[in-house]
């Protein structure tokens, strides 16, 4: 599945995150004197905890990089940020994840989406419906967020811009029947990939998560191999919070990856370096605003460059 995601415009919408870590490393050296002592990366430690990377994730950066001092390969600004935005990315590696699907397998490609109220998961199942589209697959949304009239209208709109068959009931529905048909009318339809949109539930409500667990269980009674990916949506402006948010669902249903979104809003973008260490999850997409082509693919060096201010 291939779409912009140039390095360029990613170091663009991670403004906010850039300029706090930019700034907060800046201002560690007075009137344009470096002096890389203990003083300066315990500081440093300090701006990567603020920009939620997390405490363990900043204290392993922070001695990999006084190692690089005393060897003498970092002497200036620039090359602190380059060797920052190295060790991130190798750090991040193992998060990238592209997802693959096989046209005309017979066999929808089932996405369920997740994740706690207003962190932008029905907008990202369009995004993705719409990748999806670019690579040629047939798509099929499923409004199983029957909690609120407002997210099924929102669903079918967004199916009518993208010519994609919305299938959905009234509000109320029980969201696992409404998922049940959706299934149903994918494989009549020979449909490519289904993507699955569940309702918004904070993640310490037992009861809507055993509602969740419902929809799981007749999404694979339908089809076994089913869903194929459960992705997790999280907003990067939560920080920590999503960490829980994460064991919580990771609990409750088999997690396969996380999308980290609206980080183009926030200065706590290495929420998603925290994310990656805490959980093992892989993070396939990253939301950096509101367009179609905001959903990018996650690159562990693009995505460490943009952090840290080194401009590709």
Known sequence: ??????????????????????????????????VFDDAVFDELEDQLIMADLGVSASAEVVNALRQHSVLGKIETLDALRGVLAEHLASMLSGAERSIQVESGSGTPFVTLMVGVNGVGKTTTAAKLAARFQQSGHSVMLAACDTFRAAAIEQLQVWGERLSVPVIAQSHGADAAAVAHDAMRAAQARHTDV??????GRQHINADLMAQLQKIRRVIST?????????????DGGTGQNALSQAAAFGEAVALTGVCVTKLDGTARGGVVVALARQSGLPVPFLGVGEALEDL?????????????????
């Not at 990018?296 to 590709?312: I, T």
């Open 194 to 199: 289904l993507i699955i949109d569940s309702a």
């Open 222 to 234: 339908t089809d076994p191999t089913a869903p194929h990916e459960t992705l997790l949506v999280v």
């Open 296 to 312: 990018r693919p996650f690159q562990a060096l693009p995505f460490s460059q943009a952090l840290v201010g080194v401009d590709p």
């Open 1 to 34: 599945m291939k779409r912009g995601s140039s390095p360029a415009g990613l170091f663009s919408r991670l403004q906010k995150t850039r300029d706090a870590l930019s700034g907060g490393l800046a201002g560690l050296f007075g009137r344009g004197h470096v």
